[in-house]
């Protein structure tokens, strides 16, 4: 027995298979790699994912411009046919008072007096007083009040009323600017005097013209900053007329200048209408054309275009004119142009409300009667047109164009177009 367990553990070494040992002894020795491969995989792998990242960041913001793309396109195409009454204040005014805006606040006089009140219909103030013909001038968030052929002028803002001038000659034309500076337009018989009331309502400056000099002045305006006036004179050429627009300016710059005169144009025409935009933007429109004119101190022609109807209405912000004429095409009753201060055209418009008033707001234009309303877009499109439950006094535009207020005779509504 013990020699056949003898014999099978011979066996058994006979049959087993040498281990070869690698060199210093280690039998799990692994395959050797060549040099910095493990590290070059590491690299590429941040490399994809940070570009993985990238790609997904990418495809994110495409999204979200295409996204803001798709609403932009959808809202800048979107008409509007109705419109719901979200809030409603009440409103009580005299029936021959009328209504102005003055910034986003309502102003309502007549020949007894002014009033402001909010959006809300909550009064700000109230002034009295008797004119048989007011003369009303605003800019911005003041306002002045002058009887034609009177001897007195209010002068007002958003806040309260800001003071009274007197003069010693009629009124014939008077301007107001943002600080309460008033220039009046004054008939002295042969003589035609121009006056400038500082914000204390003193007089600051004068000067008188005649009709060999300039001719006589129909229109005058005032830069937002009082430092520039803009008077348009009519004057007759050899038995016909003629018209001059004239800047002076009233600071330091102007000091050094006879009646403190720094430019003018003259035109074959007549010149019955002239702005200021901003304090150094101003236009002007004659029977035949319409000109901008640029510079704070002393302006010069910037731009002239012709036209080619008669011009029954001007309105204006800050950054353009809209110009109503007939519509000689025939597919409208009026044609609304609207121009940039360059004189590129960016809007000719038919339409057939029969207008009070015009407002420009950003891109927009908002036209409306006694109680129609219509709105466009500067790219032509018609964002509403509808009938309003009772006689528009007023339309303030609001932040959108899906949303205005709107002032009739006893209530003041705020609009949400549908």
Request: aromatic share 12%; net charge negative; hydrophobic share 40%.
């Amino acid at each position: 027995m013990m020699k056949n367990v003898a014999v099978q553990h011979r066996a058994l070494r006979i049959h087993a298979k040498p281990v070869r040992m690698c060199k210093g002894g280690n039998m799990f020795k692994k395959r050797e790699k060549p040099e910095g491969t493990w590290r070059e995989h590491y690299s590429d792998k941040i490399v994809k994912y940070r570009l993985h990242k990238l790609y997904q960041g990418a495809l994110a913001v495409v999204a979200v411009a295409a996204v803001a793309a798709a609403v932009w396109i959808t809202q800048k195409n979107r008409v509007y046919t109705e419109y719901v009454v979200s809030e409603e204040y009440e409103r009580k005014v005299s029936d021959n008072a009328k209504t102005i805006p003055l910034e986003d606040y309502i102003l309502t006089y007549s020949n007894d007096g002014a009033s402001c009140f909010d959006a809300k219909g909550k009064a700000i103030w109230n002034e009295t007083f008797e004119m048989q013909d007011p003369i009303v001038a605003r800019c911005n968030s003041a306002v002045a009040f002058g009887d034609y052929n009177g001897r007195k002028i209010y002068v007002m803002n958003t806040q309260g009323i800001m003071g009274e001038i007197a003069t010693n000659m009629p009124i014939r034309a008077l301007a107001v600017a943002e600080n309460g500076v008033v220039a009046a337009v004054l008939d002295d018989s042969d003589i035609t005097w121009i006056y400038l009331y500082n914000s204390k309502h003193e007089a600051a400056v004068r000067f008188k013209t005649t009709m060999s000099q300039f001719g006589y002045p129909i229109d005058i305006s005032l830069s937002p900053n009082s430092n520039l006036a803009m008077v348009s004179f009519l004057a007759e050429d050899e038995g016909s007329v003629k018209s001059s627009v004239a800047f002076y300016n009233f600071g330091e710059v102007g000091q050094n200048e006879v009646d403190n005169y720094m430019s003018g144009y003259d035109y074959p025409s007549v010149v019955p209408y002239v702005r200021f935009m901003t304090s150094e933007l101003a236009f002007a429109v004659a029977d035949d054309r319409l000109m901008f004119y640029e510079g704070g101190q002393k302006p010069v022609s910037k731009a002239e275009k012709l036209l080619d109807n008669e011009v029954r209405s001007v309105y204006n912000n800050d950054t353009y004119v809209a110009l109503v004429s007939y519509d000689t095409t025939g597919g409208s009753k009026y044609m609304i142009d609207i121009y940039d201060s360059t004189g590129k055209n960016c809007l000719s418009q038919g339409f057939d409300v029969e207008y009070r008033n015009v407002i420009l707001k950003g891109e927009y234009v908002y036209i409306y009667g006694e109680t129609e309303c219509c709105i466009f877009s500067f790219s032509g499109v018609e964002k509403f047109n509808g009938i309003m439950d009772e006689s528009i006094s007023l339309l303030i535009p609001g932040d959108s164009v899906s949303g205005f207020t709107l002032v009739g005779q006893d209530s003041i509504k705020e609009i949400e177009l549908k």
